[in-house]
């Protein structure tokens, strides 16, 4: 049951490596984890499998890097900021490390103007490079998804709204801004699986996804 003592901490934290390969719904249970090992003074949900009371960011797709994930936890009483950065990165799994600790945290979010998402696609060549800047940057380009044996039709529109090109070393850097959690609007998973399709044989080229912003629209 809530108190007037109840208050929010927003945890940021990275996602590379191979910890980018750990699950939405397992990324919960290894921060889960990590909480309850630091025996943290949090609030627990009700129920009969209390756990420690969490939001999370939108959900980072299977295999994507990013430098941008968060949740927020309500905690009964505080503790020291530096301490909890440094202690709970020490309990996450290698590439999940804290960079930064809100406390306390007060949440501006409405939930009613979606997300904008900056990610960072590295390319080995430039015409890969090119050809999914062409792609990203054409509002008309349309795709499929299939969902419970039923395919939903797709229109970029509006969810991609800039990209930059460049070179960093041997690496080719496409920086995409988007767009998702707005009626009819693709997520940027679906939009990216989208794109390595339309890259057919050279998606190969495609060495690299990042999440490196997330903010409200």
């Given at each position: 049951?809530s108190?007037?003592?109840?208050?929010?901490?927003?945890?940021?934290?990275?996602?590379?490596c191979?910890s980018?390969?750990?699950?939405?719904?397992?990324?919960?249970?290894?921060?889960s984890?990590?909480?309850?090992?630091?025996?943290?003074?949090?609030?627990?949900?009700?129920?009969?499998?209390?756990?420690?009371?969490?939001?999370?960011?939108?959900?980072?797709?299977?295999?994507?890097?990013?430098?941008?994930?968060?949740?927020?936890?309500?905690?009964?009483?505080?503790?020291?900021?530096?301490?909890?950065?440094?202690?709970?990165?020490?309990?996450?799994?290698?590439?999940?490390?804290?960079?930064k600790?809100?406390?306390?945290?007060?949440?501006?979010?409405?939930?009613?103007?979606?997300?904008?998402?900056?990610?960072?696609?590295?390319?080995?060549?430039?015409?890969?490079?090119?050809?999914?800047?062409?792609?990203?940057?054409?509002?008309?380009v349309?795709?499929?998804?299939?969902?419970?044996?039923?395919?939903?039709?797709?229109?970029?529109?509006?969810a991609?709204?800039q990209?930059?090109?460049?070179?960093?070393?041997?690496?080719?850097?496409?920086?995409a801004?988007f767009?998702?959690?707005?009626?009819?609007?693709?997520?940027?998973?679906?939009?990216?699986t989208?794109?390595?399709?339309?890259?057919?044989?050279?998606?190969?080229?495609?060495?690299?996804?990042?999440?490196?912003?997330?903010s409200e629209?």
């Amino acid at each position: 049951m809530s108190t007037a003592e109840e208050f929010k901490v927003r945890v940021d934290y990275t996602k590379t490596c191979q910890s980018r390969y750990i699950a939405h719904l397992d990324t919960i249970d290894v921060i889960s984890k990590a909480l309850r090992r630091l025996q943290l003074p949090y609030s627990v949900t009700q129920g009969c499998h209390a756990r420690p009371k969490l939001t999370f960011g939108p959900p980072l797709p299977l295999g994507h890097a990013s430098f941008c994930e968060y949740f927020i936890l309500t905690m009964a009483s505080p503790v020291d900021a530096e301490w909890l950065k440094t202690a709970l990165t020490r309990e996450l799994p290698h590439g999940m490390h804290v960079s930064k600790i809100e406390m306390p945290y007060t949440e501006k979010k409405t939930g009613t103007n979606g997300e904008k998402l900056t990610y960072r696609l590295v390319f080995s060549d430039n015409e890969t490079a090119q050809k999914a800047v062409d792609f990203l940057q054409n509002p008309s380009v349309t795709f499929e998804v299939e969902r419970k044996g039923q395919l939903k039709k797709y229109q970029l529109g509006d969810a991609v709204r800039q990209t930059k090109l460049s070179q960093y070393e041997d690496k080719y850097l496409v920086e995409a801004q988007f767009v998702q959690g707005l009626p009819d609007v693709p997520s940027v998973s679906k939009i990216v699986t989208a794109l390595a399709e339309h890259l057919g044989e050279s998606k190969n080229g495609l060495m690299l996804i990042e999440r490196v912003a997330l903010s409200e629209v």
